[in-house]
């Protein structure tokens, strides 16, 4: 038994490391977790923002693409004036919708003594034909001026090695794609090779005006949503900047997301450039259309011949651009339209990824945390309830003793005197009534300890009291009356105060009269040498009312005070004194008092005594007998008690 309890503080100790270790080790792990995290949803939202970017900048190559050439005749050979091609864009493409004009032009190239020549023409969806236009729309006027501009053909060789000078694929300014038609025909010879000959004929563009507003309202929240999912549902902000002057193209957000006016994100978590042509791309367009007569075919083609069969059409095109060296040539290619014009920066509604898995560990952290504190603090709780049951089972043992003694004590008295009066050992009156008397003061102390375990029993169990209201004055009568045979026992002087017209109290009678009586034998137990009580009656405030029973008594010690309304409790000078009790009295006195709605407090001074006062609520409803005088109490012995008044 002596080693139990350092035994008990080695587990206590090796619980409370193993909890600390747990602790370090989920912060480590979750710390992992997090940047695992991080980088998975930075991962995910870039593959996102780069399907969107390559998706946009598909779509413009396409109609760089097919809007080209006519495809229908042999490359190199088709009119210029031809448009079938452009009928078939917008009839086949996904979103044709981005193009809202198209206009081919002819530039022919002026020498010293003339000046270059435009001939413009505008495509007529309704009528699938090319109408000449004499002036030139105030929107392609810089474009045109620049093609004016435009050195005469070169041979591909020699413009593949140094690309369309002052022709970018991208006009922004219109915004429009110029897309040149190949000047020279391609002819392949019989072994396979391509001849390039020199062809003298003017420049030939086609330029597909791209519609901003529907590319601005339709077609990127289109592609937002396709990748992002539903606005109303996003958990991104969403913004497309032109990138030569920083204004705003577009921006998306949840309606529930405060974004500034102007759409800015600054410090965003992916950010890309994009509105390009991807000419590296241009394989997914390229098909195969063979027209050929199988016959015919077989007769033209020779043994071991390598080359492409007669009639079919090769899709080819020789459109090349250059790319740039170092970051000023990008800027310059920039500019010319030779790169990409706009950026889309993203960034997630909580303010930033890094906020977001912040936030989710705090959470998991608090989860875990508040789960390993709920441990910690079930084990305070079993070891202190396992110290409070050790305590409460020596009090239970102390109390069966007590108990035990105190039964035993009376019966012993008891079955002595019932045993000489059997006998005839007492046969004198007078020592038949002191034996009577005896027998009785010992049946009382008997029926009040059966009475208050009785009591703490039932309110163990729930009991639940009658409230009603009840005078003040019949309340202390009641309790006086009851503690008569203690008192005369003692002699006891008993001083009671209480107001000309007694207060009326919400409660019980009887349990507060009991209530009374447990103080009332506390103090005739302990006030000491004086043999002194006393009771009053009085009000605090204009909703409770006040009663006090004081003592003359040696008072109680500090560290008893706040242990002396448990039950089975005993002062241990009482204990060691040899003062008869069962240690349920205070504590019955507690549970009367929680049961009425009130409270009780303790005033004690060492050697000059202890007063205890009980407050619980005063009625409201008077009975219509408050009116009547109070009943007169039976005559006590004088002088075991004395009655006082006060206003």
């Given at each position: 038994?002596?080693?139990?309890?350092?035994?008990?503080?080695?587990?206590?100790?090796?619980?409370?490391?193993?909890?600390?270790?747990?602790?370090?080790?989920?912060?480590?792990?979750?710390?992992?977790?997090?940047?695992?995290?991080?980088?998975?949803?930075?991962?995910?939202?870039?593959?996102?923002?780069?399907?969107?970017?390559?998706?946009?900048?598909?779509?413009?190559?396409?109609?760089?693409?097919?809007?080209?050439?006519?495809?229908?005749?042999?490359?190199?050979?088709?009119?210029?004036?031809?448009?079938?091609?452009?009928?078939?864009?917008?009839?086949?493409?996904?979103?044709?919708?981005?193009?809202?004009?198209?206009?081919?032009?002819?530039?022919?190239?002026?020498?010293?003594?003339?000046?270059?020549?435009?001939?413009?023409?505008?495509?007529?969806?309704?009528?699938?034909?090319?109408?000449?236009?004499?002036?030139?729309?105030?929107?392609?006027?810089?474009?045109?001026?620049?093609?004016?501009?435009?050195?005469?053909?070169?041979?591909?060789?020699?413009?593949?090695?140094?690309?369309?000078?002052?022709?970018?694929?991208?006009?922004?300014?219109?915004?429009?794609?110029?897309?040149?038609?190949?000047?020279?025909?391609?002819?392949?010879?019989a072994e396979g090779t391509i001849v390039f000959s020199q062809l003298d004929r003017p420049?030939?563009?086609?330029?597909?005006?791209?519609?901003?507003?529907?590319?601005?309202?339709?077609?990127?929240?289109?592609?937002?949503?396709?990748?992002?999912?539903?606005?109303?549902?996003?958990?991104?902000?969403?913004?497309?900047?032109?990138?030569?002057?920083?204004?705003?193209?577009?921006?998306?957000?949840?309606?529930?997301?405060?974004?500034?006016?102007?759409?800015?994100?600054?410090?965003?978590?992916?950010?890309?450039?994009f509105f390009e042509l991807r000419m590296r791309e241009f394989s997914r367009f390229i098909?195969?259309?063979?027209?050929?007569?199988?016959?015919?075919?077989?007769?033209?083609?020779?043994?071991?011949?390598?080359?492409?069969?007669?009639?079919?059409?090769?899709?080819?095109?020789?459109?090349?651009?250059?790319?740039?060296?170092?970051?000023?040539?990008?800027?310059?290619?920039?500019?010319?339209?030779?790169?990409?014009?706009?950026?889309?920066?993203?960034?997630?509604?909580?303010?930033?990824?890094?906020?977001?898995?912040?936030?989710?560990?705090?959470?998991?952290?608090?989860?875990?945390?508040?789960?390993?504190?709920?441990?910690?603090?079930?084990?305070?709780?079993?070891?202190?309830?396992?110290?409070?049951?050790?305590?409460?089972?020596?009090?239970?043992?102390?109390?069966?003793?007590?108990?035990?003694?105190?039964?035993?004590?009376?019966?012993?008295?008891?079955?002595?005197?019932?045993?000489?009066?059997?006998?005839?050992?007492?046969?004198?009156?007078?020592?038949?009534?002191?034996?009577?008397?005896?027998?009785?003061?010992?049946?009382?102390?008997?029926?009040?300890?059966?009475?208050?375990?009785?009591?703490?029993?039932?309110?163990?169990?729930?009991?639940?009291?009658?409230?009603?209201?009840?005078?003040?004055?019949?309340?202390?009568?009641?309790?006086?009356?009851a503690s008569q045979p203690l008192l005369a026992e003692h002699q006891v002087t008993i001083?009671?105060?209480?107001?000309?017209?007694?207060?009326?109290?919400?409660?019980?009678?009887?349990?507060?009269?009991?209530?009374?009586?447990?103080?009332?034998?506390?103090?005739?137990?302990?006030?000491?040498?004086?043999?002194?009580?006393?009771?009053?009656?009085?009000?605090?405030?204009?909703?409770?009312?006040?009663?006090?029973?004081?003592?003359?008594?040696?008072?109680?010690?500090?560290?008893?005070?706040?242990?002396?309304?448990?039950?089975?409790?005993?002062?241990?000078?009482?204990?060691?004194?040899?003062?008869?009790?069962?240690?349920?009295?205070?504590?019955?006195?507690?549970?009367?008092?929680?049961?009425?709605?009130?409270?009780?407090?303790?005033?004690?001074?060492?050697?000059?005594?202890?007063?205890?006062?009980?407050?619980?609520?005063?009625?409201?409803?008077?009975?219509?007998?408050?009116?009547?005088?109070?009943?007169?109490?039976?005559?006590?012995?004088?002088?075991?008690?004395?009655?006082?008044?006060?206003?």
């Amino acid at each position: 038994m002596r080693h139990r309890p350092s035994t008990q503080l080695v587990v206590i100790g090796v619980l409370a490391g193993l909890l600390v270790l747990l602790g370090t080790l989920q912060w480590r792990w979750l710390g992992r977790i997090s940047a695992d995290e991080r980088e998975r949803m930075t991962a995910s939202l870039g593959l996102k923002v780069r399907e969107l970017t390559q998706e946009f900048d598909r779509e413009l190559t396409r109609a760089y693409f097919w809007l080209q050439m006519d495809r229908s005749g042999p490359f190199g050979v088709t009119p210029v004036k031809s448009t079938a091609h452009f009928d078939r864009w917008f009839s086949s493409a996904p979103d044709a919708r981005i193009v809202s004009e198209i206009f081919t032009v002819t530039v022919t190239p002026g020498g010293p003594d003339a000046e270059a020549r435009l001939a413009l023409s505008r495509y007529d969806r309704d009528a699938e034909t090319l109408v000449p236009v004499e002036d030139v729309p105030g929107a392609l006027q810089p474009l045109a001026a620049r093609l004016t501009q435009l050195p005469p053909p070169e041979l591909p060789s020699q413009r593949q090695r140094r690309g369309f000078a002052g022709v970018p694929p991208l006009q922004p300014d219109v915004p429009a794609l110029l897309i040149p038609r190949p000047p020279v025909p391609i002819n392949v010879s019989a072994e396979g090779t391509i001849v390039f000959s020199q062809l003298d004929r003017p420049w030939d563009f086609t330029i597909a005006v791209l519609d901003t507003d529907y590319i601005r309202e339709t077609y990127l929240p289109s592609l937002v949503e396709r990748e992002f999912g539903p606005l109303a549902e996003m958990p991104y902000r969403v913004a497309v900047v032109d990138l030569a002057s920083g204004a705003p193209i577009y921006c998306a957000a949840a309606p529930d997301v405060a974004a500034p006016d102007d759409c800015a994100i600054t410090e965003p978590d992916v950010s890309r450039e994009f509105f390009e042509l991807r000419m590296r791309e241009f394989s997914r367009f390229i098909v195969s259309d063979d027209r050929r007569d199988p016959g015919r075919d077989s007769a033209a083609q020779g043994p071991g011949d390598p080359g492409p069969r007669p009639g079919r059409t090769l899709h080819v095109t020789t459109t090349t651009t250059t790319e740039p060296p170092d970051g000023d040539a990008e800027e310059a290619r920039r500019a010319e339209g030779r790169g990409p014009l706009w950026r889309v920066d993203v960034k997630h509604r909580a303010g930033s990824l890094e906020a977001v898995v912040a936030s989710a560990r705090r959470r998991n952290l608090f989860i875990s945390s508040s789960v390993l504190l709920l441990l910690g603090a079930s084990m305070a709780l079993i070891v202190m309830s396992s110290g409070r049951a050790r305590r409460l089972a020596a009090q239970q043992m102390e109390f069966v003793a007590g108990v035990s003694h105190e039964l035993r004590t009376p019966l012993a008295v008891i079955r002595s005197a019932a045993e000489n009066l059997a006998d005839g050992v007492v046969a004198d009156p007078s020592q038949v009534r002191q034996y009577g008397t005896l027998i009785a003061a010992e049946g009382r102390r008997l029926t009040e300890m059966v009475e208050q375990v009785m009591e703490f029993a039932g309110f163990d169990a729930g009991r639940a009291l009658d409230v009603r209201s009840v005078s003040a004055r019949d309340v202390v009568d009641a309790a006086i009356q009851a503690s008569q045979p203690l008192l005369a026992e003692h002699q006891v002087t008993i001083e009671v105060t209480m107001p000309e017209e007694p207060p009326y109290v919400l409660g019980n009678q009887a349990a507060l009269s009991r209530m009374l009586v447990n103080l009332l034998s506390n103090a005739v137990k302990y006030g000491g040498a004086d043999r002194w009580v006393g009771v009053s009656v009085g009000l605090s405030g204009r909703d409770h009312v006040v009663f006090r029973v004081s003592d003359h008594g040696a008072g109680i010690a500090d560290q008893d005070l706040p242990h002396i309304f448990e039950p089975f409790f005993r002062g241990r000078p009482w204990t060691d004194g040899h003062v008869h009790g069962s240690g349920l009295g205070l504590s019955l006195v507690s549970r009367i008092v929680a049961q009425h709605r009130g409270k009780v407090h303790v005033d004690t001074q060492p050697d000059r005594g202890t007063t205890f006062s009980v407050t619980v609520p005063v009625a409201r409803d008077v009975p219509a007998t408050a009116t009547e005088p109070a009943p007169v109490l039976p005559s006590l012995e004088a002088p075991a008690w004395k009655r006082g008044a006060t206003s």
